[in-house]
Every structure is written in structure tokens, then in C-alpha cells.
């Protein structure tokens, strides 16, 4: 049972484009991560949320507690956006400790 | 901006040998963290340490693995008796809830080649 789906798998856009990125839950959760993982493996976090929305320069994410649900939007998007992103939930089951259960990843590829 | 600093970066071993993965949390962080990623997989959860202890672990994290705190800035995790099947990326983490915008912070990732 998956427990934090994406969609789409794999996106590929023109530069300057407006992406969004969805993520879906099954489960109650206290925070949802946004995550950007590069090509050599890194993992970086954008964003954390349990409610409402945020945004940090052209990065825009937001939450839905009630539909279980949260989108990544990225604007004006450019090559160097071209990365994995990844969302990853913190599970009301996971107690104290608070470690994240992750979804499968977005591929984003961004064309000059 | 603080960092959560890996070492090694690559990491081959053989079969069966014992394996220390290094890391350094972000210092003032309360609780440390190691994840794997399976080549094409997505990113697992193996432990989880707080106040010098182990917090939570996984269905992964065996009787090969363990965790060590030292001195007070590493945190390493050991595999011993390493089979093909831990060939992975390691991620290291920890997490400040305090902080309210990332929550996590990762280290950059040892990939492990058991061959």
C-alpha cells in the first residue's frame, strides 16, 4: 500500500513554463515535506507544510489537510529546475521521532 | 547556512565485510536519522535517534545495522556482514521542528557499492 502518491511520474516542459506537481496521502500526516533531489543524489529540502500555503522565490506549495492533498508549482521554470522532486510525509503513527515516509519522486526535465 | 556533512562519499566494499558510514549533524538538531535509496527506488526510512538512543527503526534496519553517537557530532551507522543487497545510497539527516520552514536537513549521500 502506498501510502503518499505523485503525479505525473516524469514531466517534461518548455523553459519558462508554469509546472505543478501533486502529491496524495491516505493517511493522517502532521507535516508534508517538499524535497529536490539532483543528479548526483543530493536531497534538499524546499519546503515544509501542515497547513495553508508557502512560497520561497519561484517555488509555491500548498496544502489541502481535508483533501489530503499538496501541489508543488514552480513559475517562469528554467533548466536548472530539472531535478527529482520528491514528496514525503511525517505519519501521525510515527510517534516522536517524526521520520518521513516518501513518495516515488517527480522526474522533471526543463528544455532550453 | 549549517550543513549535515557524509563521509565517504563513495564507499566499495566486499561481500560480508563490516561497513562504517560517517556523518555530521547539524549541531544544535535534536533528532539524527539514516535513509537509504535502492538505485531507482524511492528514498526508505532505517532509524532514528534522539537523546542518545534509538527512537524508531524500520523492518530494514536488522541485526546487521547499528548506530553510534560517540562524541557528541558523529553519528555513524554501522552494516556488518554487508550483502549485494545493501548496495544503496545512505543519506544521513537531522531535524530541528523547531524550525518552522524545512524541518529536515540531508547530508549529501554515501553510496555504498557491495560487490
Known amino acids: 500500500k502506498n501510502e503518499v502518491e505523485q503525479s505525473p511520474q516524469n514531466l517534461t516542459a518548455q523553459e519558462g513554463e508554469f509546472i505543478t506537481i501533486n502529491c496524495s496521502y491516505s493517511v493522517g500526516i502532521s507535516a508534508l515535506h517538499w524535497l529536490q533531489q539532483h543528479p548526483g543524489g543530493g536531497i534538499v529540502s524546499l519546503f515544509m507544510?501542515?497547513?495553508g500555503k508557502k512560497k520561497h522565490g519561484r517555488l509555491i506549495a500548498t496544502i489541502n489537510i481535508q483533501e489530503k492533498h499538496s501541489s508543488l508549482h514552480i513559475t517562469a521554470s528554467h533548466p536548472r529546475d530539472s531535478a527529482v522532486y520528491i514528496c514525503?510525509?511525517?505519519?501521525?503513527?510515527?510517534?516522536?521521532?517524526?521520520?518521513?515516509?516518501f513518495g516515488s519522486g517527480t522526474q522533471l526535465t526543463v528544455l532550453p | 547556512e549549517p550543513e549535515v556533512t557524509q563521509t565517504p562519499s563513495h564507499q566499495v566494499t566486499q561481500m560480508g565485510q563490516e561497513v562504517i558510514l560517517r556523518c555530521v549533524p547539524i549541531?544544535?538538531?535534536?533528532?539524527f536519522y539514516w535513509y537509504r535509496q535502492i538505485l531507482g527506488q524511492k528514498v526508505e526510512f532505517l532509524v532514528s535517534f534522539y537523546n542518545n538512543e534509538i527512537s524508531e527503526k524500520s523492518e530494514i534496519f536488522d541485526d546487521r545495522f547499528s548506530v553510534e553517537r560517540p562524541d557528541g557530532s558523529n553519528f555513524t551507522l554501522k552494516i556488518r556482514s554487508t550483502k549485494l543487497e545493501d548496495s544503496a545510497m545512505y543519506f544521513c539527516?537531522?531535524?530541528?521542528?523547531?524550525?518552522?520552514?524545512?524541518?529536515?536537513?540531508f547530508g549529501s549521500g554515501t553510496r555504498l557499492t557491495v560487490v
Open positions: 539527516a537531522s531535524s530541528d521542528y523547531r524550525d518552522r520552514n524545512y524541518g529536515y536537513t
Open positions: 514525503a510525509v511525517t505519519l501521525f503513527s510515527s510517534g516522536s521521532a517524526r521520520q518521513l515516509t
Open positions: 549541531s544544535n538538531h535534536l533528532y
Open positions: 507544510l501542515s497547513s
